[in-house]
């Protein structure tokens, strides 16, 4: 197996993809007025659509979902036409996209939540990490622990956010299990202390990943859903004693769901692989459908995993910004842009929609 392979079609669920190189979720910080997705918003992801899947930047479900300035939602009907303004956008360049679904739980600040109510999260652990409000990095807030009634609503208001993606024009949606948000504190011991049916055992932490992801196939059908998960990123300060069976027992349990892929990042998030041990195999092993893999691909290694079996399809983060038609670079090896790290978050065209394409580049 050549690394043409990486360019052909691949059946994901739904939906047939046009090549297995997938635009990863990135934060970009420019939604509008009540968090609808910028005017420049469509023009940004169309200019990328030809990854064979692009998994949007990450929007809340609810106004407590939001962790970070000026990120999209999809919990209001403005929102829910914002995005269909990118959805008919990328498919008209034949594109295919997934919205992620986040709630970000204690990575979060009060003057983000509603009424300046502290954020929410399995129990009532700080953790010591920033988020971006009011234009500065700060301090996330002191959190405090959801009540055992309040994890119903949270369930329920994926489930809407999913049906409302749904509406907006898009082929699926990826629940973010990942990177220390609220599905990951509730499924890792050093964010969750509860001693309820949400915490304590590996079986009791994975409950609320489980039961949003079950209700997101319910709402959509499992072959549009999808999820990223990250067993050993340390991503937002988050830990866990026991990745390896935490994670081995929720992807079992995911696989029963029939879902159309996992998204797993391997290793330290935006970081070096080997962070922990951890048998990514295992995971692969348990899961019958898509296998997104995450963290560190270049061409080489894509081919080589994918010619060994070790993954389906392979995401590709920064490299995206300054390259909107990377697959095309990719295919042709053509030299790959930087981008500007000064315009990654907030702001308007510039370090967004400005990043040529290789034929622009180079005047062909």
């Known amino acids: 197996m050549t690394d043409r392979q990486l360019f052909e079609p691949y059946a994901l669920g739904a939906i047939t993809l046009s090549n297995r190189i997938v635009m ?13 997705p910028s005017e420049l918003a469509a023009e940004y992801y169309a200019q990328r659509a030809s990854a064979g899947l692009i998994i949007s930047e990450a929007s809340q479900i609810s106004q407590q979902g939001q962790g970070y300035q000026d990120t999209p939602g999809i919990y209001t009907q403005a929102q829910i036409e914002g995005w269909r303004k990118v959805t008919d956008a990328v498919h008209a360049k034949g594109g295919r996209i997934f919205l992620q679904l986040w709630h970000v739980g204690r990575v979060s600040h009060v003057d983000l939540q509603p ?13 010591q990490t920033k988020t971006f409000v009011n234009n500065a990095f700060v301090d996330v807030s002191e959190p405090r622990a959801l009540e055992l009634d309040e994890i ?6 994926f489930r809407q956010a999913a049906a409302n993606a749904i509406s907006a024009g898009f082929d699926g949606v990826e629940v ?16 969750n202390t509860r001693t309820d049916a949400y915490g304590g055992s590996v079986e009791n932490r994975a409950r609320l990943i489980l039961e949003v992801t079950a209700a997101v196939a319910a709402e959509i059908g499992p072959e549009r859903t999808g999820i990223r998960l990250s067993p050993v990123s340390p991503a937002n300060g988050i830990s866990a004693s ?5 994670f081995d027992y929720i992807v079992a349990k995911l696989d029963e769901l029939n879902i159309a892929y996992i998204h797993v990042v391997e ?35 894509a081919a080589s995993h994918l010619t060994d079996g070790k993954a389906d399809l392979f995401a590709f983060g920064r490299l995206f910004i300054g390259n909107p038609d990377l697959v095309e670079r990719l295919k042709v090896g053509a030299p790959l842009a930087d981008f500007n790290p000064a315009t990654l978050y907030g ?6 929609t400005d990043y040529p394409a290789l034929a622009d580049a180079t005047g062909a």
Request: aromatic share 10%; no cysteine.
């Open 24 to 36: 990863a979720p990135l934060t970009r910080n420019r939604a509008g007025v009540g968090f609808v």
């Open 115 to 127: 009424n300046g109510q502290a954020p929410v999260a399995p129990s009532a652990i700080k953790v």
């Open 152 to 157: 119903a609503g949270i369930v329920a208001d």
């Open 176 to 191: 973010h299990g990942a990177n220390g948000y609220l599905l990951d504190q509730f499924a890792k011991d050093g964010a």
């Open 242 to 246: 026991d990745p390896q069976s935490q």
């Open 267 to 301: 290793g330290a998030t935006g970081g070096p692989r080997d962070v922990a041990p951890f048998d990514f195999g295992a995971l692969r092993s348990r899961f019958r459908n898509g296998y997104i893999a995450n963290n560190g691909y270049d061409l080489e290694l």
């Open 347 to 352: 702001g308007g065209a510039a370090g967004y």
